[in-house]
């Protein structure tokens, strides 16, 4: 069935009111883009601070309407709404439905982290190469979370959590997820033979997708999911941090405290170029610590020092 499509430009002063008054009228979906992606010169969002959500200064919104919408009587219920914003600039067409998870799974292939790891769309076939017993395999649907596994940074630590496991050093153990997503990280821990995950994240959505897809791979009882302030106490053998550097800088401390002596810390969510000021950040707690480079990103790694 197709929808009618609104679609106008504004500022990010303006947006509030605008997706407000679309909301009002019975708007079934609104997204927010960067209007000068059009022109070549889109400007990207990588360091967003904690709880912050940054948009463009100039947007594009684009509105989902019922089939069959009138434009003119749409046009007159958003004036009459909030008649000091400027419906001049809105345009219309029509746009037709699809199969939208069968889009997510045309985009997202089964990927390959490591010797072990696989990462495989929910519902999508299994590679061959898959189907041995010793492959660690998380069916995943991020729904509305950061974490398919195509992102470097959430590569970089899969590639790390394979290896450990390769070296023995996450059979049975404990693992910790700061900033879990999808749960993506704390789900192939459990893969690969860690006995129990914890998955902390500031997003509610984040611990809703994480407990889906852990109850989707049958590991929903190894995995508990909290927030940062209601994180069980003690410390972890295993953890990793894939979040932004400027959060990995503020909260250091807090992640140092988790790693028990001994154990082994993985950061991402990292530039390079990011990497100097962390390495300063973590070199009291952690010794050992090395650089993985994938693309324009980076990974830390290193094991907590036992003084």
Same mark, same amino acid.
């Given at each position: 069935?197709?929808?009618?499509?609104?679609?106008?430009? =504004?500022?990010?002063?303006?947006?509030?009111?605008? $997706?407000?008054?679309?909301?009002?009228?019975?708007? #079934?979906?609104?997204?927010?883009?960067?209007?000068?992606?059009?022109?070549?010169?889109?400007?990207?969002?990588?360091?967003?601070?904690?709880?912050?959500?940054?948009? +463009?200064?100039? #947007?594009?919104?684009?509105?989902?309407?019922?089939? !069959?919408?009138?434009?003119?009587?749409?046009?007159?219920?958003?004036?009459?709404?909030?008649?000091?914003?400027? %419906?001049?600039?809105? *345009?219309?067409?029509?746009?037709?439905?699809?199969?939208?998870?069968?889009? +997510?799974?045309?985009?997202?292939?089964?990927?390959?982290?490591?010797?072990?790891? %696989?990462?495989?769309?929910?519902?999508?076939?299994?590679?061959?190469?898959?189907?041995?017993?010793?492959?660690?395999?998380?069916?995943?649907?991020?729904?509305?979370?950061?974490?398919?596994?195509?992102?470097?940074?959430? *590569?970089? =630590?899969?590639?790390?959590?394979?290896?450990?496991?390769?070296? !023995?050093?996450?059979?049975?153990?404990?693992?910790?997820?700061? !900033? =879990?997503?999808?749960?993506?990280?704390?789900?192939?821990?459990?893969?690969?033979?860690?006995?129990?995950?914890?998955?902390?994240?500031?997003?509610?959505?984040?611990?809703?997708? *994480?407990?889906?897809?852990?109850?989707?791979?049958?590991?929903?009882?190894?995995?508990?999911?909290?927030?940062?302030?209601?994180?069980?106490?003690?410390?972890?053998?295993?953890?990793?941090?894939?979040?932004?550097?400027?959060?990995?800088?503020?909260?250091?401390?807090?992640?140092? $405290?988790?790693?028990?002596?001994?154990?082994?810390?993985?950061?991402?969510?990292?530039?390079?170029?990011?990497?100097?000021?962390?390495?300063?950040?973590?070199?009291? %707690?952690?010794?050992?610590?090395?650089?993985?480079?994938?693309?324009? %990103?980076?990974?830390?790694?290193?094991?907590?020092?036992?003084?």
């Amino acid at each position: 069935m197709p929808y009618l499509e609104l679609s106008l430009s =504004c500022t990010e002063d303006e947006q509030p009111r605008y $997706e407000r008054a679309l909301d009002d009228v019975g708007a #079934l979906a609104v997204t927010l883009l960067d209007a000068d992606a059009d022109t070549g010169n889109e400007h990207a969002i990588l360091e967003p601070g904690v709880g912050e959500t940054p948009l +463009w200064r100039m #947007l594009r919104l684009n509105a989902l309407f019922a089939h !069959g919408t009138d434009p003119l009587m749409l046009l007159a219920a958003l004036e009459a709404f909030d008649p000091a914003l400027d %419906w001049s600039r809105a *345009s219309f067409r029509t746009v037709e439905d699809q199969d939208w998870e069968r889009a +997510w799974m045309d985009q997202y292939v089964p990927l390959r982290f490591g010797a072990r790891t %696989w990462i495989v769309p929910w519902n999508a076939p299994l590679p061959d190469e898959a189907e041995g017993t010793d492959a660690a395999v998380v069916r995943l649907d991020p729904g509305l979370a950061f974490g398919s596994g195509t992102h470097p940074t959430t *590569s970089l =630590c899969l590639q790390w959590l394979d290896a450990l496991a390769a070296a !023995g050093e996450l059979q049975g153990r404990r693992v910790l997820d700061y !900033g =879990c997503g999808s749960g993506i990280l704390a789900l192939a821990a459990l893969k690969l033979g860690a006995a129990h995950a914890v998955g902390i994240d500031n997003d509610p959505q984040a611990l809703l997708a *994480s407990r889906d897809n852990a109850d989707r791979n049958a590991v929903g009882a190894q995995l508990e999911v909290a927030t940062p302030q209601a994180t069980p106490p003690g410390r972890f053998p295993v953890v990793v941090a894939n979040i932004l550097a400027s959060a990995l800088d503020a909260l250091a401390e807090p992640i140092a $405290e988790r790693v028990e002596p001994g154990g082994r810390l993985a950061l991402s969510g990292i530039l390079d170029g990011q990497q100097e000021e962390l390495l300063r950040r973590y070199r009291p %707690w952690f010794e050992a610590l090395a650089v993985t480079h994938e693309g324009d %990103w980076v990974r830390i790694d290193g094991v907590r020092r036992r003084d």
